[in-house]
C-alpha cells in the first residue's frame, strides 16, 4: 500500500461549499484537511477499491489524470464526495468544542435547530451524497466504459478491510 495521505486531495473546502452549500458565505475554515481525508477515506476509498483509489490520487497529485479518470473525477467523484463532506462537517459547524466544553454556534442573526431538524438535515445530505455516490458506481460499471477503469474494485495487496455491506435507510439518532 502506496502512501496516497499526503497527495492533494479529490476536493477543496472551497469547491464543497459550492456545489453542497446553500450559503456560499461559508467560511471554508471550517472544512479542514482532515474533514476531507475523513470523507474521502470513510465513503470513497471502499467503493473504489485500493488499487483504483491510489491511481485517482496519485494522477490527481500529478496533473496526469487520463481521459477517462478526468471525466470520473470531475463528473461523478467531486460531486459525490462534495456531499459527503457536507455531511461529516455538518457536526463541527453546528457544535464547537471549547476549553468550556462542546458548545452551540449561534449568530446574533439565528438560532439553532432542534436535534430533530438537525438529524433530518443530515440525513438528506447522507442520502444525496450516496445517490451522486451510486450514480458513480453505475458509471464506471456499466457495459460501455468496459476496460477504462480497470484497478476498479482492486486490493492487490490486500489491505482494505471488509466491507461492510449493511445499508443505512433511514433511522433515528438517540442522544
Known amino acids: 500500500m502506496a502512501n496516497v495521505r499526503n497527495l492533494n486531495n479529490f476536493v477543496t473546502a472551497s469547491e464543497v461549499i459550492q456545489n453542497s452549500f446553500t450559503n456560499q458565505a461559508t467560511d471554508t475554515a471550517l472544512i479542514s484537511d482532515s474533514i476531507l481525508d475523513i470523507a474521502e477515506l470513510a465513503h470513497i476509498k471502499p467503493e473504489l477499491g485500493l488499487d483504483f483509489y491510489e491511481e485517482l490520487k496519485t494522477q490527481n497529485h500529478n496533473s496526469s489524470l487520463t481521459t477517462d479518470n478526468n471525466t470520473l473525477l470531475t463528473d461523478f467523484l467531486k460531486p459525490a464526495l462534495c456531499w459527503f463532506v457536507r455531511f461529516e462537517v455538518m457536526n463541527e459547524i453546528q457544535y464547537n468544542t471549547t ?24 440525513q438528506d445530505t447522507y442520502r444525496k451524497a450516496k445517490v451522486m455516490l451510486d450514480d458513480m458506481i453505475a458509471f464506471i460499471q456499466h457495459e460501455d466504459q468496459t476496460g477504462k477503469y480497470p484497478l476498479f474494485g482492486q486490493d492487490g495487496d490486500s489491505s482494505m478491510p471488509d466491507v461492510d455491506h449493511a445499508t443505512k435507510l433511514n433511522g433515528i439518532i438517540f442522544y
Open 99 to 122: 476549553s468550556a466544553g462542546l458548545v452551540t454556534n449561534i449568530s446574533e442573526f439565528s438560532n439553532p435547530v432542534n436535534v430533530e431538524q438537525f438529524n433530518q438535515m443530515k
